[in-house]
Every structure is written in structure tokens, then in C-alpha cells.
């Protein structure tokens, strides 16, 4: 079991940044395949970032490719997803979510199996 906290949401204006973290604890978080969705209002989750294991691969969803960066440290259980250039259509609650499944990174969220609470970015224009 793996319980994942979300923090670092808030509001921004458009252009500015936010960076959030999810802490993990539990059994080996370090050895999960990690990775941030994102639920604006009245549309489906949808895939942000993932990152690999070790952190040496990560994806994005075209959306915030070039913005955003997802990153891990593993000595303190912590992943972070630093969000640069924020627009209106960032939105969103945020959620951090972990897979003891995957071997690899992935977009859809059928590989993950532990999910955080969700922490809200609202960016206005």
C-alpha cells in the first residue's frame, strides 16, 4: 500500500507557475512508476506527466509538453510537478497517482492503482 499526499495548488494568474508535490509513504513508494492526471470541471481525468522509477524517463500529454516538468527525489519520497506558463485552460484539480503495475510509463490511468486526494490549481486570465 502506497498513501499519496498532494500539496502546492492554489491560484495563479496566466503566465505565472505553481509547483506541486506529492509526498508517499507507505511500502517502497521509490519503486513506483509515478504520475500527475488532472479533472477540470465537467470533463474526464486526463493524463499530465509520468515519470519512470529511477526518474530517468518521463512523458507528458502534448497539452503541457514544454511547461511543465515532472520530477522525483527518491530519498525523500516526494514527485514534483513544476507548472510554468500557466493558462486559464490549466484548471483543474490535480491529482498524484502511483503504479505498482506498470514497468513502464504510461497516459492512460488504468495502469495506476494509488491515488492521492487531489489539490486544486485554478488559473485565471
Known amino acids: 500500500q502506497v498513501q499519496l499526499l498532494e500539496s502546492g495548488g492554489g491560484l495563479a494568474q496566466a503566465g505565472g507557475s505553481l509547483r506541486l508535490s506529492c509526498a508517499a509513504s507507505g511500502r517502497t513508494p521509490s519503486s513506483y512508476v509515478m504520475g500527475w492526471f488532472r479533472q477540470a470541471p465537467g470533463k474526464e481525468r486526463e493524463f499530465a506527466a509520468a515519470?519512470?522509477?529511477?526518474?530517468?524517463?518521463?512523458l507528458y500529454a502534448d497539452s503541457v509538453k514544454g511547461r511543465f516538468t515532472i520530477s522525483r527525489d527518491n530519498a525523500k519520497n516526494t514527485v514534483y510537478l513544476q507548472m510554468n506558463t500557466l493558462k486559464p485552460e490549466d484548471t483543474a484539480v490535480y491529482y498524484c497517482?502511483?503504479?505498482?503495475?506498470?514497468?513502464?510509463?504510461?497516459?492512460?490511468?488504468?495502469?495506476?492503482?494509488?491515488w492521492g486526494q487531489g489539490t486544486q490549481v485554478t488559473v485565471s486570465s
Open positions: 515519470i519512470s522509477r529511477s526518474g530517468g524517463y518521463t
Open positions: 497517482t502511483a503504479s505498482s503495475r506498470l514497468g513502464l510509463v504510461s497516459r492512460s490511468d488504468l495502469g495506476y492503482n494509488y
